[in-house]
């Protein structure tokens, strides 16, 4: 019922737009010259320079040069709005872009033509074959417009798709820090049975075995703390580093991260680089942001707390629940 409402609006518009082209073909020559001396009289007055000019210079630019820009430019906008109308149309019935595009084109070109013809038998007026190739310019320029929006609507509704439906092609990389950070990130195991998945920690002696579980899906960023500040920074940069290597080795879609510092690069490398980031601040905070947190709330996203009193530091977050 809502196409076929569509499509009854979209012939009325093609029909009024016909109209108006017959309209102003059936003009004899001096009404036609009238029309566009108005649109003339008016660019004349607007344009600087052209006031300043005597009579005689003034004339001949209207007549020469203002005169067939409004009249080959009237032509142009009125046949872009009928390739506009008449594209969309063709896109509420089933087809290729090319063949709905070639019946718009050709029932605008076939209009175009018998409007040319017609004015053949109106006095004073001429047919010309230079009008019939700017109307055909008009309309395949209205249909490249239309063209244009389709494959961005198109574009967006596929990928809003692929973010509401989790497959088996869907490439999600899950990062923590080691611990209880870690502990929370295996809480999603669900979700990584649902797709493409890939792990990334910090490598501790305790955690050294999830790579005989794992395998190619894990990979270890080095463990170092904050309470040995030069040593740190030198292996976060480095941590950086095999961020980038391990994000453009896997290509993920979505990363997800329950935290902490650890996650930083890659949280931002995706950002930059086109892939949602979903970060989870950790369970263990009620009453105040962590430090990776404060950073990240501004990287992701969706920023995600697990206590519903976070909201108030954190306002654009999302509260679901906890995480165990």
């Known amino acids: 019922m809502k196409k076929i409402v569509i499509r009854i609006i979209l012939v009325i518009l093609i029909i009024l737009n016909c109209a108006t082209i017959f309209k102003f073909s059936s003009e004899v020559a001096d009404d036609s010259n009238k029309t566009s001396g108005r649109f003339v009289n008016m660019l004349a007055d607007i344009i600087p320079g052209i006031k300043e000019k005597d009579e005689v210079e003034k004339e001949y630019i209207k007549g020469e040069i ?9 032509h142009f906008s009125i046949y872009a709005s009928m390739g506009i109308l008449t594209i969309c149309f063709a896109l509420t019935y089933k087809g290729t872009y090319y063949q709905r595009s070639l019946c718009s084109l050709l029932y605008c070109i076939c209009y175009s033509i018998s409007d040319e013809i017609h004015q053949y038998f109106v006095p004073g007026r001429s047919m010309e074959f230079r009008d019939v190739c700017i109307d055909t310019l008009g309309a395949l320029t209205g249909i490249l417009v239309i063209y244009i929006i389709y494959r961005i609507y198109k574009k967006v509704k596929q990928k809003n798709k692929e973010e509401k439906h989790i497959t088996k092609d ?6 923590s820090s080691t611990g209880g950070h870690f502990s929370e990130l295996m809480q999603l195991k669900p979700i990584m049975e649902k797709c493409t998945y890939h792990i990334v920690t910090e490598k501790t002696k305790q955690n050294i075995n999830l790579k005989d579980k794992y395998g190619k899906n894990l990979d270890f960023l080095i463990y170092e703390t904050k309470k040995k500040p030069l040593k740190y920074i030198f292996v976060l940069l480095a941590n950086s580093f095999i961020s980038l290597f391990v994000y453009l080795k896997f290509r993920p879609q979505v990363v997800i991260t329950t935290g902490t510092h650890t996650a930083g690069p890659m949280c931002c490398i995706a950002r930059i680089l086109g892939s949602k980031v979903i970060y989870i601040e950790t369970y263990a905070n009620r009453t105040s942001k962590t430090s990776a947190g404060k950073l990240l709330y501004y990287v992701a996203n969706d920023f ?21």
């Open 66 to 74: 203002l005169t067939p820009i409004v009249r080959k430019t009237a």
């Open 170 to 175: 869907t490439k999600i990389l899950f990062i």
């Open 304 to 324: 995600i707390v697990q206590w519903e009193e976070m909201k108030k530091l954190y306002p654009k977050a999302k509260y679901f629940g906890g995480i165990y």
